[in-house]
């Protein structure tokens, strides 16, 4: 059902809208808001109104085909056009445009409307989106990169489902304790494998031989997928390659292997160890005494030495000047085979980087432009980056295509992605693992189906699902799926007054449904994630909490808003 209600056309009092009460509102008209439209109404049953600009532009005909759903359409998100929604009535409202500022604006008028309004914002200015939650009583700020690229990383590891987040600069994971863990255990998870049985959560100090998968946090300890498939002879052929084309290593090598002749011939002319020592050096700083008496062997010496000490004391300079200015003696670390090659630099290309090195990855990042967000994040990390245009050839080698385990395609745009794919499977065939970023859902679904080892993936479909559950449920930030079941993760502020105050860590996790990760005191904004159990929660502290739907119901009940009246 499609109403309209134009700015002009103020004098027909407009017919109120068909969900009168308890409905999700969604603005937007973007790939993001038809699916979490799509997944409201057709998983979960809902009545959903959609606020637009115009149902023919964009996926406002996608959107308007969808049943249960009703299209308002307004040039803003005015407080009129927040009236036709009926934001008055409704349980929670998406804001997911492209403009942060208008979207935090209407979050205000919103909550104006409704005080008991959930609110789930996407936000595209991180900076921004950290702060935006805490202007609003009920509102949770998600971020489609950051949903997207666990999927994105697990596509490329051949994982059915990823079991692995980020949060807060952290990436965290499910893995199995026999794997030998370095990094910090979270608690462990007694998963079992009848959905109707309940998964539990182990304080890690608590943890025995029942226990058999943990969540930790990723440190970045080298992972090596292809120490098995590697020829010792091959390895080394690389490795001596890798050498000579190194910037200054070719160079290096040659005056090295003429000083060894030098010294050689000083020790054939009779001249004794410590004199070939000597002598060599002085002939290399030019600091020799020529005599016409000399023999052949040892006049050759002297010419090799002193040649080769001129060439070698500027290049030894540049070495150190460059080193000086920066920070780093070879222009670009090498990529060492069996890594990751990400092409994008942008919001999704370097979440998908920085979580790959943290899970022990090696990474190689494509972008053709060097001033793109995640170039120096990946030179800070130390990981090999090359600017240039993804789809030549010439740069996929200089980015180790023929010895990478997978290939992500992650830029903005779906014509690079594809033909970068094109080119790297030409280049390697089906030997190579192939993620593609791709904003067009049915291609991305005919890609899949067409080609083999090639998985495509849309941003606005992977991070629906996560909106989705944030509208129906308050401050989720992810699900992790694990076996036949599915933990959240919340982000809950103690409010004035709640049931949740005043009592520790220890008492809320004592049914082990619930698991405390990080906890921020007020007016703190970093996260501790080794909070003392005995600590009690006071108004204003912020948690992040992995529990079940049931566990996260003791933080969530008597933890509503507390709404001051003038």
């Known amino acids: 059902m499609v109403q309209r209600r134009h700015n002009y056309d103020l004098a027909m009092p407009p017919p109120p809208p068909p969900a009168t009460g308890s409905h999700f ?54 407080d009129e056009a927040l009236a036709d929604a009926g934001v008055a009535s409704a349980r929670a409202m998406a804001l997911v445009g492209p403009d942060d500022l208008a979207n935090f604006h209407a979050a205000l ?8 309004l959930r609110l789930v914002v996407a936000a595209y200015n991180r900076r921004l989106g950290d702060h935006i939650s805490g202007f609003l009583r009920d509102c949770t ?42 990094g910090q255990v979270l608690c462990g998870l007694t998963v079992p494998d009848d ?47 890798r050498l000579l084309w190194n910037k200054f290593g070719l160079v290096f090598g040659v005056l090295l292997a003429l000083a060894i002749i030098g010294f050689t011939l000083l020790g054939v002319a009779g001249h004794t160890p410590s004199d070939v020592i000597y002598l060599g050096i002085m002939d290399m700083t030019g600091s020799a005494l020529t005599e016409t008496k000399d023999h052949g062997a040892e006049k050759l010496a002297q010419v090799l030495l002193t040649a080769d000490g001129m060439a070698l004391l500027p290049l030894v300079t540049a070495i150190i000047v460059g080193a000086r200015l920066t920070g780093r003696i070879r222009s670009e670390p090498r990529p060492r085979g069996g890594h990751v090659i990400v092409v994008g630099g942008g919001e999704v290309g370097t979440r998908v980087a920085g979580g790959l090195h943290d899970l022990g990855f090696d990474v190689v990042l494509i972008d053709q432009n060097p001033a793109a967000r995640g170039v120096p994040v990946a030179r800070n990390l130390g990981l090999p980056v090359v600017i240039g245009d993804a789809p030549s050839e010439r740069v996929l080698r200089r980015a180790g295509v023929d010895s990478a385990i997978a290939l992500i395609s ?140 049931a566990g996260l119901s003791t933080f969530l009940a008597g933890n509503r808003p507390q709404v001051t009246t003038p």
Request: proline share 5%; aromatic share 4%; hydrophobic share 45%.
């Open 141 to 182: 700020v998600l971020s489609r990169s950051q949903l997207a690229a666990p999927a994105l990383v697990a596509a490329a590891l051949g994982e059915i489902a990823p079991s692995h987040v980020r949060l807060a600069g952290r990436t965290l994971y499910v893995a199995k304790r026999s794997d030998g863990l370095s």
């Open 410 to 549: 992650a830029t903005s745009n779906d014509i690079v992605n594809l033909e970068t794919a094109m080119q790297a499977r030409a280049m390697r065939g089906d030997d190579l693992r192939i993620v593609l970023r791709l904003f067009d859902d049915d291609l991305a679904r005919r890609v899949s189906e067409t080609l083999g080892n090639v998985v495509s993936r849309s941003v606005s479909y992977l991070a629906a699902p996560a909106f989705a559950v944030a509208m129906l449920e308050h401050k989720v930030l992810r699900t992790i799926p694990v076996g036949r079941h599915v933990l959240v993760i919340a982000d809950v502020r103690v409010e004035p007054g709640s049931d949740i105050a005043g009592r520790p860590l220890a008492d809320l996790e004592r049914d082990r449904l619930s698991r405390v990760l990080a906890l921020a005191e007020r007016g703190t904004p970093r996260f501790d994630w080794s909070p003392r159990r005995d600590r009690r929660l006071v108004a204003g502290d912020r948690v992040i909490v992995l529990a079940t739907r």
């Open 25 to 78: 509102v969604v603005c937007g008209d973007n790939p993001l808001a038809y699916r979490i439209a799509r997944e409201l109404t057709r998983r979960y049953g809902e009545d959903v109104v959609v606020l637009l600009a115009d149902k023919l532009r964009n996926h406002g005909p996608q959107i308007a085909a969808l049943a249960g759903v009703t299209v308002w359409e307004h040039a803003g998100l005015t």
């Open 195 to 241: 959905p109707g049985e309940i998964t539990r959560l182990v304080a890690p100090e608590d943890l025995d031989d029942s226990v058999d998968l943990v969540l930790a946090v990723a440190d970045g300890t080298p992972r090596d997928p292809l120490a098995r498939q590697r020829h010792p002879v091959r390895s080394a052929l690389r490795m001596i390659t």
């Open 109 to 116: 008028r919103a909550q104006e409307l409704n005080p008991d």
